[in-house]
């Protein structure tokens, strides 16, 4: 496990290339390759000469601690004046949040990217540290909104849709454990369920919304009312 700077280039434009920084250089390397060959890099400079001239070199730069790794990127990326002539969409020492933030040791492309996987309930969140490199604990936190709200703050439709398949990991985890439902709707028919969100998705019904009501926290969610709770 590599912690420095590292770059991406291609051979037939080898006078531009991508500096990035990452604790896990390997695990970055990955994510990278992962997003472009599914054509959801954050950075279109990176994803268009892809799609023109398919899999880039990756090659480590320079390894140092953590605590050196801004300065370092900076110093590169000066370097190879990879902003104007290169693949980086901005300086590093553009960024407040990241490496720039106190208490940060991630960068603000990494915790973004890490936000948009979160949506994709295929995945794990060890599935998801393992993409990124990004400790699992904090994943789950994010998840959560309880660490590195900003990301929540300043994409607000993001929000909604990591919301919506953080209850959807935990109803598929406690579905064949927790309780079982049975609700009536103002049509008069009845259901019993177990998986919360797929009913949700079924019947286009607001997942939070639906749990509040389940909870005691409203009296009715879109015409259903809980009728009985069952173990």
């Not at 601690?65 to 290169?86: C, Q, R, S, Y």
């Not at 990991?169 to 064949?176: A, E, G, I, Q, S």
Request: charged share 20%; aromatic share 12%.
């Amino acid at each position: 496990m590599a912690i420095g700077i590292y770059s991406i280039y291609w051979e037939k434009e080898n006078s531009k290339v991508y500096i990035g920084q990452s604790v896990n250089i390997e695990k970055r390397w990955v994510f990278h390759l992962w997003q472009l060959k599914n054509n959801k890099h954050t950075n279109s400079k990176l994803q268009a000469a892809y799609n023109l001239y398919g899999e880039p070199i990756f090659s480590i730069i320079e390894t140092c601690p953590i605590n050196l790794l801004l300065p370092k990127e900076i110093l590169w990326v000066e370097e190879f004046d990879a902003v104007k002539n290169g693949y980086n969409i901005m300086h590093p020492e553009s960024s407040k949040i990241g490496y720039m933030a106190a208490n940060s040791k991630y960068s603000k492309l990494a915790l973004l990217c890490l936000f948009r996987l979160l949506r994709n309930t295929k995945l794990s969140y060890a599935d998801i540290a393992d993409l990124t490199g990004i400790h699992k604990s904090t994943v789950v936190q994010i998840s959560r909104n309880e660490k590195h709200t900003w990301l929540h703050e300043t994409y607000p439709n993001i929000s909604k849709q990591v919301e919506l398949a953080r209850l959807y990991r935990l109803d598929v985890r406690r579905t064949d454990t927790s309780k079982i439902y049975t609700v009536k709707h103002t049509s008069g028919s009845v259901y019993t369920l177990s998986n919360i969100y797929r009913f949700c998705r079924e019947h286009k019904v607001n997942v939070g919304n639906f749990y509040n009501m389940l909870h005691g926290k409203g009296n009715s969610c879109r015409g259903f009312s809980l009728l009985e709770t069952a173990t």
